[in-house]
């Protein structure tokens, strides 16, 4: 069993549960964090374990300090150290409505679901790892093509992608002394949970061009580049974004 450990927000459902068992197959031992859902999480946990990895589920929300704090205290107690965080949990938000509508209370549960929880998530995360003495410590944002791309129905969460394209950067800059690699993942269009309410427009969508590479994308793509990178397949670089996206952030003509 290799002994390094992961530590996946939101890793019940779509792409982090996917990003645990991929972990998983290539023996890395997984927290799996969730929120609310506790079949799923332990249905993740199944799959965890049926292709021979051992993983622990953990609730906590990402975006309570509290539970933060418990999160991390809980992995050490478990497994003694963190080699590899993914801040993958985020939210959309409730409702979908005009930006002239967004309300004060939807911006600030999705920014402290989405930007201000993995954003002090990581602090407490890198700080024990720095303490530890991990080698080769990583850090993955599972950020989103929404970084760069204006959706006028969920302005929140755009701007918590776009917040998190800096947070990539400014924990790569600081973190680089320390040996500690940042990335960013930005997914473009994943058949999940998330995506369910509008699988249907964006069917339509990428039948008429959206993306060069014309169809959805699965959890398991995403996972495939986390796997890489927490295989150490990108040593020399940091604060890079990866775009998993079929290739929708190319401009075109
Ligand atoms: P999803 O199917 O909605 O799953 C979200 C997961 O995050 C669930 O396991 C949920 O927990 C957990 N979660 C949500 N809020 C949380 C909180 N406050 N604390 C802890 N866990 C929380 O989402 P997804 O499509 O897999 O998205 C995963 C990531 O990819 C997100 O960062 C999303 O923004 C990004 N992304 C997705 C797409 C896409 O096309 N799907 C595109 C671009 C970016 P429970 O199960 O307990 O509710």
Redesign the pocket.
């Known amino acids: 069993m290799n002994e390094r450990v992961a530590l996946v927000?939101?890793?019940?459902?779509?792409?982090?549960?996917a990003i645990a068992v991929a972990l998983a197959k290539e023996k890395w031992r997984v927290v799996i964090?969730?929120?609310?859902?506790?079949d799923?999480?332990k249905e993740a946990l199944k799959l965890v374990e049926e292709v021979g990895g051992k993983g622990i589920p953990i609730q906590?929300?990402?975006?309570d300090s509290a539970?933060r704090a418990r999160l991390v205290a809980q992995t050490l107690e478990t497994f003694a150290r963190i080699d590899l965080l993914v801040n993958?949990?985020?939210?959309?938000p409730r409702r979908r409505v005009d930006l002239l509508e967004m309300t004060e209370s939807s911006y600030d549960e999705v920014m402290a679901?989405?930007l201000k929880?993995p954003l002090f998530l990581t602090q407490l995360v890198v700080r024990r790892m720095i303490e530890l003495k991990i080698e080769k410590a990583r850090i993955i944002n599972?950020?989103?093509?929404?970084a760069y791309t204006s959706s006028t129905s969920r302005g929140e969460?755009c701007l918590s992608?776009a917040g998190m394209g800096m947070m990539t950067a400014l924990f790569a800059h600081r973190l680089a002394e320390c040996g500690i690699n940042v990335y960013e993942l930005?997914?473009?269009?994943?058949?999940?949970?998330?995506?369910s309410p509008v699988w249907d427009k964006y069917e339509r969508m990428i039948a008429d061009g959206l993306t060069p590479i014309a169809r959805w994308?699965e959890?398991e793509e995403?996972a495939r580049a986390v796997v890489a990178i927490a295989q150490d397949c990108f040593p020399l670089s940091t604060g890079e974004v990866i775009n998993v996206d079929s290739g929708f952030h190319l401009r075109r003509l």
């Open positions: 927000t939101g890793a019940a459902r779509g792409i982090g549960r964090n969730y929120r609310a859902n506790e799923a999480a906590a929300d990402i975006a539970d993958n949990a985020a939210m959309g679901t989405n929880g599972i950020g989103s093509i929404s969460y992608k930005r997914p473009g269009f994943i058949r999940t949970d998330m995506t994308g959890p995403v």
